[in-house]
């Protein structure tokens, strides 16, 4: 009993903190199962906190992703999430570097500012990648158009985000429990050279926990993949 309770304590402080969409208990665990458009699992990940900082009108924190496909040779893979709350706004930047910086067997505890840098130059990346979330906004609120570039095997990635809307608030239900989630949808369109791809995203955010369901659809509708948020472990 007293373990129950002190796992949901454990969990209500991870969600409550500032009404921030992600999670600011440092050593946090969000598990995450990826699927493909016929609903299979193709690979899992595990998110930990990391770096978390509060500060009087400020909140931060980095997600660590290892991201482990199933059935493929060299199938780890790695990214970071910056997260900050501030005035009223989550912003979160994928840290695009670190992927890369990490494949090639770089030590991780030397990946600072000046290397994320130099690597952005490296690779030539151009534009905006992050994203804001708005507690108060309503159903039908427009989230401003947003693209970037950069080189990764030795390809030019463009990718551009547009029609991102606010769609309200909905209970979603998963492993990992029920929440009440922030719902968005916005367009991605990825070029790689004369080959584009554009996929409708759908994606629900919680609150002191960041995300927690994404589905993606092609441009006829039909189904192109699916995330779900199936454990949190402390």
């Known amino acids: 009993m007293r373990k129950t309770v002190f796992l949901i304590a454990t969990l209500f402080s991870c969600f409550v903190a500032h009404a921030q969409y992600f999670c600011s208990n440092n050593g946090t665990e969000l598990h995450y199962v990826n699927y493909d458009e016929a609903g299979q699992s193709i690979s899992e990940t595990t998110v930990t906190v990391q770096n978390a900082v509060e500060e009087e009108v400020k909140l931060s924190a980095q997600y660590y992703a290892k ?32 992927g890369p910086y990490i494949d090639s067997d770089s030590d991780p505890k030397k990946y600072d500012k000046n290397v994320r840098e130099s690597m952005r130059e490296e690779r030539k990346f151009k534009g905006d990648n992050s994203f804001a979330l708005r507690r ?21 990635n463009d990718v551009s985000i547009t029609g991102a809307t606010y769609m309200g608030n909905e209970q979603i239900g998963t492993r990992a ?6 719902k968005i949808s916005y367009l991605k369109r990825t070029k790689i050279l004369l080959k584009s791809e554009t996929l409708r995203i759908v994606e629900w955010y919680a609150e002191g926990i960041g995300l927690v369901k994404s589905e993606s659809f092609n441009t006829k509708g039909e189904p192109a993949g699916k995330t779900l948020l199936v454990k949190i472990v402390k």
């Open 177 to 182: 429990g029920k929440f009440s989630c922030l």
């Open 136 to 156: 108060d906004a309503k159903a039908g609120e427009v989230m401003p158009d947003r693209s970037y570039s950069l080189v990764l095997n030795m390809l030019k």
């Open 67 to 98: 991201i482990v496909t199933n059935k493929s040779k060299n199938n780890t893979s790695y990214t970071l999430y910056d997260w900050v709350y501030e005035g009223g706004n989550t912003v979160c930047t994928e840290d695009l570097m670190y």
